[in-house]
């Protein structure tokens, strides 16, 4: 099953750039990479995804390697409100479920500190 | 403005009790899901339904029981089978049928059910 790892916890200076990595080495070559964050105490947010290509948004660039096994999430200029819980997800086909052999599977994420 | 609406925010259960969460969203999206967060631990998938009058079992569905007739609603019911009900409920839709549409989500803002 393609799964992820990531640190823990980060910290990150106010205005500075703040790198979360996201190893995921056994990936299927079809699969998507996602984003989310959650601040305490209220649903995921959606941040972006990618396949193979690097990608960028109003709210974040996301860097793959070339061997998609690990990708960056950049957030240029980290504010207060970036400090939340970060999910790097794929996806893994899940046998039991028949018709839908696939579900995203959420890890611990990482919980990002942007500190004044 | 279009997303999803979770109600109530906080929900006491009684031993035996059943509970229904509600879950309503007007952003047109076919898929609708349930999850359960507990502290220190991910998302896990409790029912998904990815059109009206059809639904799944995720990974996590005994003692829950849903249903799907309308596309903006999707009720969760919490039954007194459930012995361990208190967590933080999230209730998700995405809008397409494929990858990667159909995996990205839109949350609601959670219910946070405790037992009594």
């Known amino acids: 099953d393609a799964k992820t790892t990531q640190p823990p916890s980060m910290d990150c200076a106010e205005g500075r750039a703040a790198n979360l990595p996201c190893n995921h080495s056994t990936i299927s070559g079809n699969e998507y990479v996602y984003w989310y964050r959650q601040i305490h105490s209220q649903g995921p947010q959606y941040i972006i995804h990618g396949l193979k290509n690097n990608e960028t948004n109003e709210m974040a660039s996301l860097i793959i390697t070339e061997d998609r096994k690990s990708s960056t999430l950049i957030l240029p200029h980290a504010t207060l409100r970036d400090t939340a819980v970060y999910y790097c997800?794929?996806?893994?086909?899940?046998?039991?479920?028949?018709?839908?052999?696939?579900?995203?599977?959420w890890g611990l994420g990482t919980s990002l500190a942007v500190n004044p | 403005d279009g997303g999803i609406t979770q109600s109530p925010k906080y929900l006491f259960r009684k031993e035996g009790q059943n509970v229904t969460l509600s879950c309503e969203q007007n952003l047109n999206h076919d898929a609708m899901y349930w999850y359960r967060q507990d502290p220190g631990q991910g998302l896990r998938l409790i029912y998904y339904s990815q059109i009206v009058n059809d639904f799944q079992k995720g990974d996590i569905a005994e003692g829950y029981s849903v249903s799907r007739e309308k596309k903006e609603s999707f009720p969760l019911t919490v039954t007194s089978a459930q012995k361990n009900p208190t967590a933080f409920y999230l209730c998700?839709?995405?809008?397409?049928?494929?990858?990667?549409?159909?995996?990205?989500?839109?949350f609601g803002s959670g219910t946070q059910l405790s037992v009594l």
């Open positions: 998700a839709s995405s809008s397409g049928q494929r990858v990667p549409l159909s995996e990205k989500l839109f």
């Open positions: 997800i794929v996806r893994v086909r899940s046998p039991r479920n028949a018709g839908n052999n696939r579900k995203l599977i």
